[in-house]
């Protein structure tokens, strides 16, 4: 199976390797970027086992995850991003980038990219993502992106000790082609 490499703009994605760890665990493990996500803070070894997952998860045939280093382009991992395919011919989408790096729009570029892939080469016809409500950073991109808002999810999380509500977005791949270019 060939590794997946993605082209953006600002940033590619890849296929997870080991020597990612370290750089994952300066994002899962910091709490700034963390309040934002589906699951709490992670030590070294929590962070390894993810990387693992993710990597073995990948070889599965048929894919069912891309859950993808962004990478600047350097190839330093400066986040992830996720399309998690569920349903029929649909998709989950979820991001986070390194705090030190926010405001650059490599969230919307990442983002941008892994959509394209879903609608363009995996032939997804529905792309969801969920977000905090308190999360204006993501809603601007979901927004950016051309995402519809659909609803809110109550306690849809339970993260840092608490159930969290999401905000559900989503795009079909017929709006996509009308803004696919613009990121």
């Known amino acids: 199976m060939d590794p997946i490499h993605l082209t953006g703009q600002l940033v590619d994605l890849r296929d997870f390797r080991t020597s990612d760890i370290p750089d994952a665990a300066g994002i899962v493990g910091d709490e700034r970027v ?31 995850e891309y859950y993808l280093a962004v990478v600047d382009k350097h190839d330093r991992m400066i986040g992830f991003g996720r399309l998690g395919l569920s349903g029929v011919q649909a998709a989950k989408l979820g991001y986070a980038i390194h705090a030190d790096h926010w405001g650059h729009g490599y969230a919307t570029d990442a983002a941008h990219t892994l959509i394209t892939h879903g609608f363009r080469t995996l032939g997804l016809h529905r792309i969801t993502a969920a977000i905090g409500p308190d999360n204006t950073a993501s809603i601007t991109v979901a927004k950016r992106l051309g995402m519809t808002y659909e609803g809110r999810l109550r306690d849809h999380v339970h993260t840092n000790g608490a159930w969290r509500d999401s905000l559900l977005y989503s795009i079909l791949a017929p709006e996509w082609t009308l803004t696919a270019d613009q990121p």
């Open 34 to 64: 963390t309040r934002w996500l589906s699951f709490d803070a992670r030590d070294q070894d929590q962070t390894g086992a993810m990387i693992d997952g993710a990597i073995s998860r990948a070889q599965h045939q048929p894919r069912t």
